[in-house]
């Protein structure tokens, strides 16, 4: 939840500034249990900035399970407490998500204030490689939400508006593994790095030492290109 404040600076900057910005705050269901995000609905519900926040709300933070985090009915109640309106969506429901968030940035932009929206979801996986979700959650409870995973819904939305067969699916795949390809190729190449970029952007005025330094290590570097040839 830490970035929320600077979403609420960046909205109300932007607006200061005339420009039709309208910040996206995305956070976790554990993140709204931190004092970072009472400020910036505070803050944002205050000065009515152009700022939407939308919590993802997976069930567990890491862990913890939400009943353990919060007392109110849904985190959309929230909202009240603040003077901002609070939406509840199936987070797994892309067309849904789409609309509450549309509606929420043109509400945002026009100039009516922030809106808080709960996605309601599941992490199927654990939450990273050193956690064991077996000693807090059960499979079945797993399983079940397999059967609501968002890229099937859709999946089945689209089919059976007729707007998608196995055709366009597979050309989506092969697109998908293609970008993938090509990352991972990028991450793996050896970057070519510019010793003297040390020296860039340290000071808008470079110190009398960081010329004499920099003076210093290009003599080394032209020695040493001297040597090799």
């Not at 400020?39 to 926040?53: D, K, S, Y």
């Not at 922030?114 to 992490?123: F, K, M, V």
């Amino acid at each position: 939840g830490t970035q929320a404040p600077h979403a609420v600076g960046l909205a109300h900057a932007a607006r200061l500034r005339g420009e039709p910005v309208v910040a996206l705050a995305m956070l976790g269901d554990g993140g709204t249990s931190e004092g970072d995000f009472h400020e910036a609905l505070n803050f944002a519900a205050v000065l009515r900035a152009p700022v939407v926040f939308l919590v993802q709300n997976n069930g567990y933070a890491i862990s913890v399970p939400l009943s353990a985090q919060s007392a109110a009915p849904s985190l959309a109640h929230k909202a009240v407490g603040y003077g901002m309106p609070g939406r509840l969506v199936d987070g797994n429901d892309a067309p849904a998500v789409h609309a509450v968030l549309g509606e929420a940035v043109e509400r945002a932009r026009a100039g009516g204030g922030p809106t808080l929206i709960e996605a309601l979801t599941y992490r199927i996986e654990a939450h990273t490689n050193a956690d064991d979700a077996t000693r807090y959650r059960t499979e079945p409870e797993v399983e079940a939400w397999r059967e609501h995973d968002p890229i099937l819904l859709l999946d089945r939305a689209l089919r059976g508006l007729g707007v998608l067969d196995d055709g366009l699916v597979q050309d989506a795949a092969d697109e998908a593994e293609a970008l993938a390809a090509r990352m991972r190729a990028e991450f793996h190449a050896d970057p070519e790095l510019d010793p003297m970029a040390l020296f860039t952007h340290v000071y808008a005025e470079p110190t009398p030492q960081l010329r004499e330094q920099a003076a210093q290590l290009a003599a080394e570097l032209a020695a040493e290109a001297e040597v090799q040839h």
